[in-house]
């Protein structure tokens, strides 16, 4: 049995950006997760929009949607595409973990998934940089891919944890 290869090498290990030329173009969506933990003091400011910085929340969402359009530029091998759509959404999951969760939506020949998680990252770490002055212990994560669909290798859903 042939175990998966890492496509981002040649075959004498350089790196190198993955030849999608011969790929149809297809509706590609991924969806992403990641959280930030910290004092419930820090999230009910956030919440109460009490933060000098402004309203953390939506500044975290137009930074997890501007991220996705410079993934390509983060990312050293991902194509650069021409995004359908992003969507970001933070919400309180208990009284010290706030939840992202981005959805990136491409008609192309490769996968959405690294703009996903970008936008997710991106959005938990202007959190932290909007509440640092109230809360230096905050912690970014776990971050992960929860779907994705379209291409060769079909429709992905994580597992639960």
């Known amino acids: 049995m042939n175990a998966p290869q890492l496509t981002h090498f040649d075959d004498q290990g350089g790196?190198?950006?993955?030849d999608v030329a011969g790929k149809d173009v297809s509706l590609r969506m991924a969806r992403a997760e990641s959280h930030v933990r910290m004092q419930p003091a820090t999230l009910s400011l956030i919440l109460n929009k009490q933060l000098a910085k402004g309203d953390?929340?939506?500044?975290?969402?137009?930074?997890?949607?501007?991220?996705?359009?410079r993934t390509a530029d983060l990312i050293p091998l991902c194509h650069p595409l021409g995004l359908d759509g992003v969507t970001v959404a933070?919400?309180?999951?208990?009284?010290?973990?706030?939840?992202?969760?981005?959805?990136?939506?491409?008609?192309g020949r490769t996968g959405v998934e690294m703009e996903a998680l970008t936008a997710v990252t991106v959005a938990g770490l202007t959190v932290y940089d909007m509440c640092k002055a109230v809360d230096r212990a905050m912690v970014l994560g776990p971050t992960r891919l929860l779907e994705k669909q379209g291409g060769r290798s079909g429709h992905f859903v994580a597992p639960a944890v």
Request: glycine residues 2%; proline residues 3%; aromatic residues 0%.
């Open 90 to 107: 933070l919400a309180p999951v208990d009284d010290r973990t706030l939840r992202i969760e981005a959805t990136a939506t491409v008609h």
């Open 15 to 18: 790196s190198r950006m993955v």
């Open 56 to 69: 953390v929340l939506e500044v975290a969402r137009l930074a997890g949607i501007m991220a996705t359009k």
